[in-house]
């Protein structure tokens, strides 16, 4: 068997060994169907069966009330950031949105294309080319709009390695959550949100497929002149089938629901999570300063690491190390440098304990 | 090894053994990288030289001119139809479809939405709910606008098994092709052609991807106040990169090219395909009026063959026990009832072979 690397990317990342096993063993023929899931009709009864069980394990993994229609849609959280505006924005045109990174100033600029924007917090420090976000905004700095046609947040951010602890309190208005990297990583109550997208690339599955998770009756606000594929209506009403879906996607997400759901569900993942980031956090700040922390304490990610060594140079050796020993994906996002270890659900303790004592070693020797 | 069964499903379709098995092989991971394809980075430099390898693959295979973009997008052909209007229409707002089936008329629906469409030409027959196309028009059934944005047409109608035998005539506007079911089925010049688009669950790979082939000047077309995901020009800039991409799927294009340019590339594969729908035609037109092909004999498809049966309980019984023989999809499109054999491009000679003496047999049993 091909021998595997521990793989720390921030999407697309790493998926459960016994998935792609099993999706491994399936990909010629799907057992007594005799053709590949790439081959097989999204119309057929086999595609039915297989696009029911994803949809039932997220249901039953997040625990999502019956007014929420589950949507498996193309195009990632990107076009999510049009489709959100353009479908729940009228007939007021005017929405809050959370800044908290840059996945939230691109779902913003979509917005303001369709309607006004109410820039309800933002938490970005800096000047010019060197602007960024280490923190998550308090609840008494929101800025809200009662009157909102709904309040966008992104519920973690991969790049600065933030996450919101809970969800910000919005009254009546519907809360729209990004949350493409943290989904699946502890239970939440979704009978808070209007509507939850995240593309799956993350913790759900392979790239090119977004979930979108929304409250029925915020569908009534799409208007028949919207293009069709960009319409939430008519692809609730087609369950996700007006044109073809990405089937593969969907076939891996049913793979990982049942992964999840036979390995102890979201609290004994919440659990994991913890501990990983607590075993990294830890190495971290018990370094006497050798490795820092990008993100504000009470701001820190479980899912995205982000930290800095002294230098830019101690910082490209430990990751040239790093690449060498095994480890892939620790560079730092482009847009901030440093590093930043991306441990999602499928991500292994041992993994995490290996790295912590690779660095511990580095800073021996270079500290 | 599973056993396989005779695929002629219109799409997703039947792929390449080879291709399925070398998928297979690399799926728990790719050989000296560690990890598999769905979980690697779409930054990463394997990454960029299997989507370097997808794209090359293609412009080989249809000999693209350097002043081409190609672009593997998300949302299918029907995302397209939309995608299309918004960046090709402006800034005169008006365009001429051509009508040849169901597709077309979807395709012709969305761009509506965006400015004043011209009916080119139409094949639709019948009345009400009774509706049909059978054939493909003829050059001089044409009622072009030579001030037109471009020509949109279908270059294969799936549901209605009418395939065009070379492009319309159109002058200096610029045509655009919805080339989804017939792609690859044989070389063709594409610098008649301003775009050609294709989901690539036919002739190219799996379901969730769709190809883009564009001509370089028509990117400036595409307006800064279109939404991002939307807009040609931004697709072509970041080289289908501007968000995640549907990375399986375009490995499995990589895999599926280098498989046909194995094998004696677009030349080889369309005397096959005509050597296939020879044998299955023939077959039809030999059973004196027991099988009776639904398309018009000069506009019949390469790639869909559709015919009809003396009675509808006949057609059903011949789909039941060709199932039971090994045989996946042969029932007609809803909309047209009937039965339809997808012979796409993996579709071998002995499956036709096989299902033409089936045939044969069913009708000496009840004929």
Same mark, same amino acid.
């Given at each position: 068997?091909?021998?595997?690397?521990?793989?720390?990317?921030?999407?697309?990342?790493?998926?459960?060994?016994?998935?792609?096993?099993?999706?491994?063993?399936?990909?010629?023929?799907?057992?007594?169907?005799? =053709?590949?899931?790439?081959?097989?009709?999204?119309?057929?009864?086999?595609?039915?069966?297989?696009?029911?069980?994803?949809?039932?394990?997220?249901?039953?993994?997040?625990?999502?009330?019956?007014?929420?229609?589950?949507?498996?849609?193309?195009?990632?959280?990107?076009?999510?950031?049009? =489709? /959100?505006?353009?479908?729940?924005?009228?007939?007021?045109?005017?929405?809050?949105?959370?800044?908290?990174?840059?996945?939230?100033?691109?779902?913003?600029?979509?917005?303001?294309?369709?309607?006004?924007?109410?820039?309800?917090?933002?938490?970005?420090?800096?000047?010019?080319?060197?602007?960024?976000?280490?923190?998550?905004?308090?609840?008494?700095?929101?800025?809200? +709009?009662?009157?909102?046609?709904?309040?966008?947040?992104?519920?973690?951010?991969?790049?600065?390695?933030?996450?919101?602890?809970?969800?910000?309190?919005?009254?009546?208005?519907?809360?729209?959550?990004?949350?493409?990297?943290?989904?699946?990583?502890?239970?939440? +109550?979704?009978?808070?949100?209007?509507?939850?997208?995240?593309?799956?690339?993350?913790?759900?599955?392979?790239?090119? /497929?977004?979930?979108?998770?929304?409250?029925?009756?915020?569908?009534?606000?799409?208007?028949?002149?919207?293009?069709?594929?960009?319409?939430?209506?008519?692809?609730?009403?087609?369950?996700?089938?007006?044109?073809?879906?990405?089937?593969?996607?969907?076939?891996?997400?049913?793979?990982?629901?049942?992964?999840?759901?036979?390995?102890?569900?979201? +609290?004994? =993942?919440?659990?994991?999570?913890?501990?990983?980031?607590?075993?990294?956090?830890?190495?971290? +700040?018990?370094?006497?300063?050798?490795?820092?922390?990008?993100?504000?304490?009470?701001?820190?990610?479980? =899912?995205?690491?982000?930290?800095?060594?002294?230098?830019?140079?101690?910082?490209?050796?430990?990751?040239?190390?790093?690449?060498?020993?095994?480890?892939?994906?620790?560079?730092?996002?482009?847009?901030?440098?440093?590093?930043?270890?991306?441990?999602?659900?499928?991500?292994?303790?041992?993994?995490?304990?290996?790295?912590?004592?690779?660095?511990?070693?580095?800073?021996?020797?270079?500290?």
């Amino acid at each position: 068997m091909e021998k595997r690397i521990y793989n720390l990317n921030a999407g697309p990342a790493v998926l459960p060994e016994e998935v792609l096993l099993e999706a491994q063993k399936e990909l010629f023929a799907l057992p007594g169907v005799g =053709m590949s899931i790439l081959e097989i009709s999204h119309r057929s009864k086999t595609f039915d069966a297989i696009h029911a069980e994803a949809k039932e394990g997220i249901k039953k993994l997040l625990n999502v009330p019956d007014d929420y229609s589950i949507l498996f849609l193309q195009g990632g959280a990107s076009l999510q950031f049009s =489709m /959100v505006a353009l479908n729940l924005m009228p007939p007021k045109n005017k929405a809050d949105y959370i800044l908290t990174g840059s996945w939230s100033k691109k779902a913003m600029k979509e917005a303001k294309r369709v309607g006004t924007v109410n820039i309800a917090a933002s938490t970005e420090e800096g000047e010019g080319d060197k602007k960024y976000f280490k923190r998550i905004p308090k609840q008494s700095e929101l800025k809200l +709009d009662p009157d909102a046609s709904y309040v966008h947040f992104t519920s973690n951010n991969t790049i600065y390695g933030t996450q919101w602890k809970s969800e910000p309190q919005v009254g009546n208005v519907p809360l729209v959550c990004d949350a493409s990297s943290d989904i699946l990583y502890k239970p939440i +109550d979704v009978s808070k949100y209007a509507m939850i997208y995240a593309g799956a690339q993350k913790n759900i599955g392979p790239s090119g /497929v977004v979930l979108v998770i929304i409250r029925k009756d915020m569908l009534e606000r799409s208007q028949d002149s919207l293009h069709t594929m960009l319409n939430y209506k008519i692809q609730a009403e087609n369950d996700s089938l007006y044109n073809t879906p990405n089937t593969f996607g969907i076939y891996i997400i049913k793979l990982v629901t049942k992964h999840l759901l036979n390995n102890g569900g979201l +609290d004994k =993942m919440y659990e994991i999570n913890k501990k990983k980031a607590e075993i990294l956090y830890n190495a971290l +700040d018990n370094s006497g300063g050798f490795y820092k922390g990008h993100a504000d304490k009470d701001s820190r990610s479980l =899912m995205n690491v982000t930290f800095n060594l002294p230098t830019p140079e101690l910082e490209k050796k430990l990751i040239d190390e790093t690449v060498k020993a095994g480890f892939a994906g620790l560079k730092g996002h482009r847009s901030v440098g440093g590093l930043r270890a991306s441990i999602y659900n499928a991500f292994p303790i041992k993994g995490v304990e290996e790295l912590v004592a690779f660095m511990n070693d580095f800073q021996k020797k270079n500290g």
